[in-house]
């Protein structure tokens, strides 16, 4: 089974920018979507983007025009861009993976990451 390995998280100030590392042990081609979710102290696991095989995106209303995910499936690796950071956006971040076409539904992921922190300090 693939695994997914997180990097890139840590902690920035407001304004400021990550760049999150989603790295797949196998090939991420045969998943028709990745995604990364963020889990804040107390809250649940929320979609933040999705991206299917062919490119096409979806973003939680909070972070469109910041956040950008991108996959390479030549790298196994998909990646999220996190620019004009806010405290808000402090949480652990995961990435997942679906056989199921731009799935916003936490449950149709069945392959997830360890997760990595992103804390935003004001």
């Known amino acids: 089974q693939v695994q997914l390995v997180e990097s890139g998280g840590g902690l920035v100030q407001a304004g400021g920018s990550l760049r999150l590392s989603c790295a797949a042990s196998g090939s991420i081609f045969s998943f028709n979507t990745m995604a990364w979710y963020g889990q804040g102290p107390g809250k649940q696991r929320e979609l933040v983007a999705v991206?299917?095989?062919?490119?096409?995106?979806n973003y939680a209303d909070s972070v469109k025009g910041r956040f950008t995910i991108s996959r390479d499936n030549a790298m196994n690796t998909v990646y999220l861009q996190m620019s004009t950071l806010k405290p808000e956006d402090s949480a652990v971040y995961y990435c997942?993976?679906?056989?199921?076409?731009?799935?916003?539904?936490?449950?149709?992921?069945?392959?997830w990451g360890q997760g990595t922190q992103v804390t935003v300090s004001s």
């Open positions: 997942a993976a679906t056989y199921t076409y731009l799935a916003t539904d936490v449950a149709a992921y069945r392959i």
């Open positions: 991206i299917d095989k062919g490119g096409s995106t």
